[in-house]
């Protein structure tokens, strides 16, 4: 395996090759925040596409770092661009929920009431989720979803630990009242009191 380092030093000096070996490390990680930011496979896909298009064309700013914060930075920039541009005409999208990649697991043994209900719950946290403002959406798909630690989220958002911990606390409340619309979908050892 190339050495992280070796690879962003060759592809700074132009070497597509290296570079494209850091897309096939990063590519999914970069694309799983994207469809979380924005709810839709396609649109996910084109924010990955655009960010690893981007990172291309700015590698020879990279200062050294951490290269992963990098590109997820240029990733969640990416997403905020095309939400921006598509703010008007954004659908929700279930079958990202009800793929691998989803929130919700399922089981072979559920039966149709609870696969529509939990179809209906992920429907309804995708909405809670997009009802979020970004920066706030950004933290809780990071530290909550993607499982990344506070300061691995302040240096992929360009804000400060203080900022990360706030953003994420309102969107976790928001998050909490929005489900507490629903409780009847929940089940019940997450209902909310």
């Known amino acids: 395996m ?3 380092h070796q ?5 700074q000096h132009g070497d597509l090759a290296a570079f494209n070996k850091l897309v096939d490390r990063y590519q999914t990680q970069a694309y799983n925040l994207a469809l979380r930011m924005l709810g839709d496979e396609a649109l996910a896909a084109d924010a990955a ?4 298009i981007s990172a291309y064309r700015a590698i020879k700013g990279f200062r050294g770092g951490n290269f992963r914060s ?3 930075r240029i990733t969640a920039n990416s997403t905020r661009d095309l939400l921006r541009a598509a ?3 954004r659908a929700l999208s279930l079958e990202a929920l009800e793929t691998d990649s989803g929130a ?5 043994e559920e039966s149709p009431e609870e ?3 939990r179809s209906e719950l992920g429907s309804e946290i995708q909405r809670c989720l997009e009802a979020l403002h970004h920066d706030q959406r950004l933290a809780l798909v990071l530290i909550d979803i993607q499982g990344f630690s506070y300061e691995e989220a302040a240096r992929i958002t360009g804000a400060s630990l203080g900022t990360v911990k706030s953003r994420l606390s ?4 928001q998050m909490r009242d929005g489900l507490r619309a629903v409780p009847e979908l929940l089940p019940d050892k997450f209902r909310l009191e």
């Not at 690879?7 to 592809?11: F, G, Y």
């Not at 596409?49 to 690893?52: G, H, L, Y």
């Not at 309102?170 to 409340?173: D, G």
């Open 2 to 4: 190339d050495d992280e």
């Open 7 to 11: 690879l962003i030093d060759r592809s």
């Open 49 to 52: 596409q655009e960010s690893f």
């Open 70 to 72: 990098w590109i997820l």
């Open 87 to 89: 703010k008007s005409r």
């Open 104 to 108: 919700l697991p399922h089981s072979s």
């Open 115 to 117: 696969q529509v209900l």
């Open 170 to 173: 309102r969107a976790r409340h």
